[in-house]
């Protein structure tokens, strides 16, 4: 089972910038040769949704909420061990939430970020962390 532990996240003043990461171990594929890692976010009052996604080939996919304020990146030993970062610029109140990164076999594209938005048994999840936006 892969192991995924997270990194970042507390307190900004808005326009400020933060840095999550994700560190993903022991990843193994189960057949399907592409692996995405994922940024999920849930906000009080509001479903989880995925922001970034960037998969093992390198595509990056935003949604439109954090385009041009979030970058993602990785950084792979091995397709078995990598870091996912989140880089987190110009954040606003509305940026505020729970953050969650997740693993699984897909790709980065909307319908991968969907799948795993809505369905908490897919993927391997990291323990989530705070993000808190000052105005």
């Known amino acids: 089972r892969p192991r995924v532990v997270q990194s970042g996240g507390g307190s900004v003043q808005a326009g400020g910038s933060l840095r999550l990461s994700c560190e993903v171990s022991?990843?193994?594929?189960?057949?399907?040769?592409?692996?995405?890692v994922g940024w999920f976010r849930q906000s009080p009052g509001k479903d989880r949704e995925g922001i970034a996604a960037?998969?093992?080939?390198?595509?990056?996919?935003?949604?439109d909420a954090v385009k041009g304020r979030f970058i993602i990146s990785q950084d792979s030993r091995n397709n078995a061990e990598l870091i996912v970062t989140l880089q987190m610029d110009s954040v606003v109140p509305d940026d505020s939430g729970l953050y969650a990164c997740?693993?699984?076999?897909?790709?980065?594209?909307?319908?991968?970020?969907?799948?795993?938005?809505?369905?908490?048994?897919?993927?391997?999840w990291g323990q989530g962390t705070q993000v808190t936006v000052d105005t």
């Open positions: 997740a693993v699984d076999d897909g790709e980065a594209a909307d319908w991968w970020l969907q799948l795993l938005a809505v369905n908490r048994r897919r993927g391997y």
């Open positions: 022991g990843w193994t594929h189960s057949g399907f040769n592409r692996r995405a």
């Open positions: 960037i998969d093992n080939i390198g595509t990056t996919l935003y949604t």
